[in-house]
């Protein structure tokens, strides 16, 4: 005896399992995009693995996805580029060793900068205006005093 349920039951676990995948799909795409977008195409200047259309990115894009499918880590399949290609597979300098002068660089250059224009500028230095004005002689002062009140 059949159920009158049965089709809408297999209709809903079809579409269950397709959305499922789907989903489990799109996850792998956006680990791939994000491992690939942290590597550097060696072959493009300028481009990473995941903006690159190369055919050498192309087949780094295949083996970021074969090795996270394995279940490597983001971490593991990275360290793996960058031993076949060197530090200057990495989109990003990294935070130790001589990667941190790409860092430290631009901001003490920076820093550099402000105190230079401070220096320059005198900024907040209220006498630096002083310096460059003589004093009033008394009797510059009372003719000042004079004008005043006759101004009021």
Avoid: H
Wanted: glycine letters at 8%.
């Amino acid at each position: 005896m059949k159920r009158a349920g049965t089709p809408i039951l297999v209709f809903l676990f079809v579409l269950l399992t397709l959305g499922t995948r789907s989903v489990l799909a799109r996850a792998i795409d956006d680990q791939i995009r994000d491992v690939a977008s942290q590597l550097m195409c060696p072959v493009c200047e300028g481009r990473t693995v995941a903006e690159s259309n190369s055919q050498l990115a192309t087949q780094m894009r295949d083996l970021i996805r074969q090795r996270l499918l394995a279940g490597d880590r983001p971490e593991t399949i990275i360290r793996y580029f960058v031993e076949r290609y060197g530090e200057s597979a990495l989109a990003t300098p990294p935070t130790t060793g001589l990667g941190v002068l790409m860092w430290l660089l631009p901001a003490a250059g920076v820093a550099a900068g402000v105190a230079w224009v401070r220096a320059r500028v005198r900024v907040g230095t209220p006498r630096a205006w002083e310096d460059d004005v003589a004093p009033l002689s008394p009797g510059d002062l009372e003719r000042l005093r004079r004008g005043l009140d006759e101004a009021r």
